[in-house]
């Protein structure tokens, strides 16, 4: 928007007194910019995944007048899990693709600025064969990885050739499978060459073991603590004490485990560190997180999903989903919380009405529940 300042050496009378068209002819016209009050910036975190990935979104907005901003996440394919300024970009069950995000921050006067990036999905590598996987599941220690006497090293990141691959390395049945009724874009062949050198690198890697301990039950506002660990192919270190979960993975030496709410307004949660770490084929690496649920529920689910990351030549990283398992949390009221005191142990219940308690609230706000109904029923009266 622009507005117009117009200077002249002529007073305010004369300018009364004269019509613009007649002013005179020096008079200079400035243009003047205006300031936006809400502005937004977006961000993804892969910028490109495979099929099944996650990637991160974030909006980053400003408002001139230091108003309050709440964001808004939507996109053209895939499941978007928000939460402030983050959302979660699922893609599972999608082809390849570009997907088009939008990223919206609104003040609370009700002006708002939007902006629009991309997310790439790869195509997935193709699933490897038993005969594929024998050769590593054999000899290992405590039967995970392919070990022996001469263990093989993980292999370097691959390049992907800059010639042509042979015609029977890409098969026109697979190219046929790539287009559905999402009318996706045309693909290249060097993005089925890319898949090709990943599936490579995929089919190296050995098999190394993640666990998992997550509380079956939390308590209201009060932060517990999730970790998951991912042993090295050749990790013959103690396992996880008091581990809730375990499964078999291939492991890279770089990956990536999250931690992820079905309902995103039913948790905090804050990990500890990075999201991408070394991981050594002879060692474990830890992952921790604070999670302090925000909503009392039955049976409320955490997902863990943990990520090969394969080196580009190009020095990025592409997340490549390995392994995911959902987790059930219970998250008692907190009346529940002081009827169960109560009756196992009747004066740890006077630590939850005490002022400063973690039930002082919630009884304070009984009784003052109770002081306006009475004089609401009296006043009806």
């Known amino acids: 928007m622009l507005a117009v300042v117009a200077l002249t050496g002529a007073s305010s009378r004369g300018f009364a007194q004269n019509p613009p068209h007649l002013q005179h002819p020096d008079t200079v016209h400035l243009p003047i910019e205006t300031i936006p009050l809400v502005s937004v910036g977006c961000s993804a975190n892969p910028v490109s995944v495979f099929t099944g990935g996650v990637a991160t979104i974030r909006a980053d907005g400003r408002s001139a007048q230091n108003l309050p901003l709440r964001y808004s996440f939507t996109a053209d394919a895939g499941d978007l899990i928000p939460s402030g300024e983050e959302a979660k970009l699922v893609t599972s069950g999608l082809s390849p693709r570009t997907i088009r995000v939008i990223c919206t921050a609104t003040d609370s006067a009700g002006r708002s600025a939007s902006q629009v990036m991309e997310v790439r999905v790869l195509a997935m590598p193709m699933p490897q064969t038993q005969e594929e996987h024998a050769p590593a599941m054999g000899g290992g220690i405590g039967g995970l990885a392919g070990g022996g006497a001469h263990p093989q090293p993980t292999p370097p990141p691959i390049t992907v050739p800059k010639e042509a691959g042979k015609p029977s390395t890409e098969p026109k049945p697979q190219e046929e499978k790539k287009v559905d009724n999402d009318a996706s874009p045309a693909h290249s062949p060097d993005e089925y060459k890319e898949s090709e050198a ?23 506002q009060e932060a517990s603590t999730v970790t998951a660990v991912i042993h090295g192919y050749e990790d013959a270190g103690a396992s996880l004490a008091g581990a809730t979960g375990s499964g078999v993975l291939k492991q890279s030496p770089r990956m990536k485990v999250e931690l992820i709410a079905d309902d995103p307004d039913a948790f905090t949660i804050a990990l500890d560190g990075d999201a991408v770490k070394f991981v050594p084929s002879d060692g474990a690496t830890t992952w921790t997180w604070k999670v302090t649920p925000n909503k009392s529920g039955v049976s409320q689910r955490l997902k863990i999903v943990g990520s090969l990351m394969y080196p580009n030549a190009n020095k990025t990283e592409l997340q490549l989903p390995e392994y995911d398992a959902t987790v059930e949390v219970d998250v008692p009221s907190l009346w529940s919380m002081i009827v169960e005191n109560y009756q196992h142990d009747p004066l740890k219940w006077f630590s939850y009405v005490i002022p400063g308690g973690a039930g002082f609230t919630f009884a304070a706000g009984l009784v003052v529940w109770w002081w306006k109904r009475k004089h609401k029923d009296e006043k009806d009266s």
């Open 198 to 220: 990943v599936d490579t690198w995929v089919k190296n890697l050995k098999p190394g073991k993640i666990e998992y301990k997550v509380p079956q039950r939390m308590l209201m």
